[in-house]
Each structure stands twice: as C-alpha cells, then as structure tokens.
C-alpha cells in the first residue's frame, strides 16, 4: 500500500519514469491541454466535473509523491485585463499547500507566451488536466531528486 496521498496509477505510472528536471504541468479547465505540451508528455484528465479536481487537490497530491526543485505559475502579462486585479487568489492556496508539504519554495511566475515554450520542452512529461476554474491557476512543478 502507498503510504503517499498519489493513487491515481497513470500519473504514478508516468511519475516513476520520471526523474530530476522532469516537468508537471498541472492545467485549469482553460489550458488547452492537447495542444501546449512537450513531445514526450502524457496527458490525464482529471476532470469529472466543473472544480472537480482542482489544482490545489492535485499539488497536495504530487508534492506527496515527488522531490521538486521548482513551482512555477503562469505569469499574467502586463496588458492583460486580470493583471489590474493583482495576484490570482489561487496562488496564495499553492504557497499554503507548499508551506504544508515542509518544502520552502517559492512560486516563480514564467509569463504566458514563455510558459507555453517552458512546456513545450522534451522534459515535460506529464498534463494533469483538472476541472478548476479559476482564473491563472496552472502550474509547472519541476521535479527533484531524490536524496533519502
């Protein structure tokens, strides 16, 4: 029996061929998914219903499971309407969800166009696509390595 939170066997499946540098995206219910990802990513859907799964529910899930060297959000470009409004609401949940897993990281923001290129690279190798509405919430975790 696992002893993480991770149950889901594809991801758990695509994660132990994974190893350091590789990358998660963890998509909203906006990303499009099956067209902005790297030419190794497998893709999972985990979307069952609108907010159900969430990408708060998702990072718990894999900051369980892996060594991560980075969290990186979507940055909101200067010209968009929603950077008026300040940081999305969902990031404050991320860096509580961080802070929980005993890791002390940052969220480093990549703006929109060159987020899309960072998964686009060949590391990327797994989409978990959630049903979270929220605005700005996707999120590209760069994994560790194990040292214990």
């Not at 149950?7 to 963890?26: D, F, N, Q, W, Y």
């Not at 708060?56 to 369980?64: E, K, V, Y």
């Not at 499971?65 to 200067?78: F, Q, R, S």
């Amino acid at each position: 029996m696992l002893k993480h939170q991770l149950l889901h066997p594809k991801i758990t499946e695509v994660l132990a061929r994974a190893g350091h540098h590789s990358k998660i995206l963890i998509a909203d219910g906006n990303y499009p998914a099956s067209t902005k990802k790297g030419p190794n990513a497998e893709v999972v859907s985990l979307a069952l219903s609108p907010g159900l799964v969430n990408c708060t529910q998702t990072l718990q899930a894999i900051l369980s499971a892996v060594a991560v060297d980075a969290v990186h959000t979507m940055g909101i470009p200067p010209d968009d309407s929603y950077a008026q409004e300040g940081e999305p609401p969902v990031w404050a949940s991320y860096r509580k969800t961080i802070q929980e897993a005993g890791l002390s990281l940052g969220l480093e923001p990549i703006q929109k166009w060159e987020f899309y290129d960072a998964v686009n690279s060949p590391d990327h190798v797994l989409t978990i696509q959630t049903a979270d509405q929220s605005l700005w919430a996707n999120i590209l975790i760069v994994m560790g390595c194990r040292t214990t």
